[in-house]
């Protein structure tokens, strides 16, 4: 049904769990134009994201193969998504976001930093405990992705051209805007 619709859609979620990330962005929207579009591979988020939000479409799909049209988002989000995943998933998910996204399309990358004063080490400390505890596979994900540089050096591996950042957690997780320098 998406895919067929003329227009942008404003947003698109891309890992949206249960949804509340989701549903306090699609109620802030100024235009009611497109709803915001949330989408994730586990059913049970997904119904319980849809019982909680009606302003937001709630669709079940892989972040690596976006059942979307090209070009029909505004933006997308990938917010602590990446860390997790094997580096080619990374890729994949990255490109996929890419191709949905309209021309200027923007792209919100939320996830983890290398740390880089006392402060972001002792932070990072805390942060591995709870990685650890998410299960040895996720650790062993998020231990590749500071190695290979954490998210900034995510970015410029895969084109993307960074336009504002917000550094959270004692500098060891981003908020980040950015474009594909293609765009």
């Known amino acids: 049904k998406l895919a067929a619709e003329p227009g942008f859609y404003p947003l698109l979620d891309i890992g949206c769990g249960p949804g509340n990330q989701l549903r306090r962005l699609a109620a802030n929207r100024r235009s009611a134009d497109a709803p915001c579009v949330g989408l994730d591979i586990n059913p049970k988020a997904l119904a319980y994201a849809a019982s909680r939000g009606p302003e937001a479409v709630f669709v079940r799909g892989e972040a690596t193969a ?4 090209s070009g029909g988002f505004r933006a997308a989000i990938l917010s602590f998504a990446l860390h997790e995943q094997e580096p080619e998933v990374r890729r994949r998910m990255l490109a996929a976001a890419g191709k949905v996204l309209g021309p200027g399309g923007r792209l919100i990358l939320v996830d983890f930093e290398n740390p880089w004063n006392p402060v972001s080490r002792l932070a990072y400390g805390y942060i591995s405990i709870i990685e650890r505890i998410a299960g040895r596979d996720h650790f062993r994900q998020n231990r590749d ?11 410029a591996e895969n084109g993307l051209v960074e336009i504002r950042r917000s550094d959270l957690a004692a500098g060891t997780c981003a908020i980040v805007l950015a474009v594909f320098s293609a765009a």
């Open 66 to 69: 976006l059942p979307f049209r």
């Open 145 to 155: 992705f500071h190695r290979r540089g954490g998210l900034r050096a995510l970015l």
